[in-house]
């Protein structure tokens, strides 16, 4: 199973043809709004890596009167791996590693307040959520932005779903992890 890289993303961003470092970065950025934005020290280790491994080559460099810019395209081993990678089905995760959860726990443990833990971390989603909101409501909104926002908002949302049922629950969850 080939898991999600910066890689597999400027393979994609190649196969639309060539284009060197800062095109890919600012491309990047537009097409995955609500992704962490790569820095450009990533993307050109990361095309350093591709054309190592054959993935990638470097098509030529020019200045057009500002810096040198070098442009890579897309090889077609590089169209197999991105075609590999896209055609897999992404698992669904063995296990969660849920940071709130684990801050709840320790909450208990440490004899804090859990609950206005939960409360607070409440209000930061609600927070998130509004601006995601305003986001994807945006006059000029482009599909990509808010159909990333929705994925995100179906995320908090599940959050908060969870959140409402741990807090019904913290005496039970405080007996348990206080006799354990």
Same mark, same amino acid.
């Given at each position: 199973? @080939?898991?999600?890289?910066?890689?597999?993303?400027?393979?994609? *961003?190649?196969?639309?043809?060539?284009?060197?470092?800062?095109?890919?970065?600012?491309?990047?950025?537009?097409?995955?709004?609500?992704?962490?934005? @790569?820095?450009?020290?990533?993307?050109?280790?990361?095309?350093?890596?591709?054309?190592?491994?054959? @993935?990638?080559?470097?098509?030529?460099?020019?200045?057009?009167?500002?810096?040198?810019?070098?442009?890579?395209?897309?090889?077609?081993?590089?169209?197999?791996? *991105?075609?590999?990678?896209?055609?897999?089905?992404?698992?669904?995760?063995?296990?969660?590693?849920?940071?709130?959860?684990?801050?709840? =726990?320790?909450?208990?443990?440490?004899?804090?307040?859990?609950?206005?833990?939960?409360?607070?971390?409440?209000?930061?989603?609600?927070?998130?959520?509004?601006?995601?909101? $305003?986001?994807?409501?945006?006059?000029?909104?482009?599909?990509?932005?808010? *159909?990333?926002?929705?994925?995100?908002?179906?995320?908090?949302?599940?959050? @908060?779903?969870?959140?409402?049922?741990? $807090? $019904?629950?913290?005496?039970?969850?405080?007996?348990? =992890?206080?006799?354990?």
């Amino acid at each position: 199973m @080939l898991a999600m890289s910066t890689r597999h993303i400027l393979l994609g *961003l190649l196969a639309g043809g060539p284009s060197h470092g800062y095109d890919l970065k600012r491309r990047h950025d537009e097409r995955f709004p609500q992704a962490r934005p @790569l820095a450009y020290g990533q993307v050109y280790t990361t095309l350093q890596r591709l054309v190592r491994d054959g @993935l990638a080559e470097v098509e030529g460099t020019d200045s057009d009167g500002g810096p040198e810019r070098t442009t890579y395209h897309s090889t077609e081993e590089g169209a197999r791996e *991105l075609a590999d990678w896209a055609g897999c089905i992404a698992p669904p995760a063995p296990f969660v590693t849920n940071e709130i959860f684990a801050k709840v =726990v320790v909450s208990i443990l440490a004899a804090g307040d859990p609950a206005a833990y939960l409360r607070e971390q409440r209000a930061a989603h609600m927070e998130r959520m509004r601006e995601l909101t $305003a986001v994807k409501t945006a006059t000029g909104a482009d599909l990509a932005t808010v *159909l990333s926002a929705d994925y995100a908002l179906n995320h908090l949302d599940a959050d @908060l779903r969870w959140m409402t049922t741990t $807090a $019904a629950r913290l005496t039970t969850l405080t007996a348990e =992890v206080d006799s354990a």
